[in-house]
């Protein structure tokens, strides 16, 4: 069974940076794809990053080039290294995984964005 566990939220400072890390802790195959998704008070989910199994990644136009995802081989581990915070990064991140037509979703952590 999978079970995606999230760490790493908090608050931060604006400019400052954070790490988040998502694992499955109940299995040991690999994803075919694992990436996050954020959510606002008040606003639809967003797509934040994503890689997939050769290392590619993608990312949402709001975070490129301030935001990294990266796994770990195994592809069980995904990470988000997010720098540059402003207040408007302010959400509960969702950690989202896929094997094949399946999908998962951890229960979320949240990040403060504040002085």
């Given at each position: 069974?999978?079970?995606?566990?999230?760490?790493?939220?908090?608050?931060?400072?604006?400019?400052?940076?954070?790490?988040?890390?998502?694992?499955?802790s109940r299995s040991n195959f690999a994803f075919?794809?694992?990436?996050?998704?954020?959510?606002?008070?008040?606003?639809?989910?967003?797509?934040?990053?994503?890689?997939?199994?050769?290392?590619?990644?993608?990312?949402?136009?709001?975070?490129?080039?301030?935001?990294?995802?990266?796994?770990?081989?195994?592809?069980?581990?995904?990470?988000?290294?997010?720098?540059?915070?402003?207040?408007?990064?302010?959400?509960?991140?969702?950690?989202?995984?896929?094997?094949?037509?399946?999908?998962?979703?951890?229960?979320?952590?949240?990040?403060?964005?504040?002085?």
């Amino acid at each position: 069974q999978v079970q995606l566990v999230e760490s790493g939220g908090g608050l931060v400072q604006p400019g400052g940076s954070l790490r988040l890390s998502c694992k499955n802790s109940r299995s040991n195959f690999a994803f075919t794809a694992m990436g996050w998704y954020r959510q606002a008070p008040g606003k639809e989910r967003e797509f934040v990053g994503a890689i997939v199994g050769g290392g590619v990644t993608r990312y949402g136009d709001s975070v490129k080039g301030r935001f990294s995802v990266s796994r770990d081989k195994t592809m069980s581990t995904v990470y988000l290294q997010m720098t540059s915070l402003n207040p408007e990064d302010t959400a509960v991140y969702y950690c989202n995984a896929k094997n094949g037509p399946v999908e998962y979703w951890g229960q979320g952590t949240q990040v403060t964005v504040s002085q």
